[in-house]
């Protein structure tokens, strides 16, 4: 069964960081791109940020340029989103997904069950 | 960034209604879209990727249509599993987009 499990979510204080893991099992990790989106309390999705299979080719949403990193790691199936300078607005559940495409781009499917992140004082 | 219109942002329909919803590019994506089912709480199911392909163990009420720039989401017969909402992604970019997303609620 194709599975995506994230964790590390939680509480952090305005300005402070925290790191989501996400490990995947029942594909083969490294021919596809992964990605992470997320969905701040009762509104829309939003994509944050994907990586290629070789970990070496990255985008980021304009919203999180420079405050975010994606990473990951192919011998442990899994990817990261280190977050850093995190602000009220990055208040969200974050959702780990796969790119199903492996030549071209394909939707994202499937998807973990999502780690929550709030950022309070 | 390629803009996704997605409408109505809330549709009220009835258990055997057909339903349509429509997302609008601000450029041409060919059949590079896809529709997503999310219930409260979970995490969003894929029903329609490249436009109009039906994704396995989804039902056939469910058909997706359109290229280029204009797609529609299509329900046949709504039953009452259906009620949710509702978002399409574009995903032709590198910075793919989401729909602003449609509430299926019960009349």
């Known amino acids: 069964e194709v599975q995506l499990v994230e964790s590390g979510g939680g509480l952090v204080q305005p300005g402070g960081s925290l790191r989501l893991s996400c490990t995947a099992s029942g594909f083969t990790f490294t021919n596809y791109w992964m990605l992470w989106v997320r969905q701040a309390p009762g509104k829309g999705l939003m994509w944050v940020s994907r990586i290629d299979g070789a970990g070496r080719t990255t985008s980021y949403a304009d919203s999180v340029k420079g405050r975010f990193t994606i990473s990951r790691d192919n011998a442990k199936k899994t990817v990261y989103l280190e977050m850093n300078g995190l602000r009220a607005e990055d208040t969200a559940k974050y959702y780990c997904?796969?790119?199903?495409?492996?030549?071209?781009?394909?939707?994202?499917?499937?998807w973990g069950q999502g780690a929550l992140v709030t950022v309070s004082s | 960034d390629i803009q996704m219109t997605q409408s109505p942002s809330t549709l009220s329909a009835s258990v055997g209604d057909r339903v349509t919803i429509t997302c609008r590019a601000s450029q041409n994506i060919g059949r590079w879209l896809a529709w997503y089912q999310q219930k409260p709480g979970k995490a969003p199911d894929l029903l329609i990727y490249?436009?109009?392909s039906l994704e396995s163990g989804v039902p056939s009420r469910f058909s997706g249509s359109g290229s280029g720039t204009d797609f529609t989401l299509s329900i046949s017969s709504l039953q009452p599993d259906d009620f949710a909402t509702y978002y399409c992604l574009q995903f032709n970019s590198y910075s793919p987009t989401f729909g602003q997303g449609t509430k299926l609620q019960i009349k």
């Open positions: 490249d436009a109009s």
């Open positions: 997904a796969r790119d199903r495409g492996i030549e071209v781009a394909g939707p994202f499917d499937p």
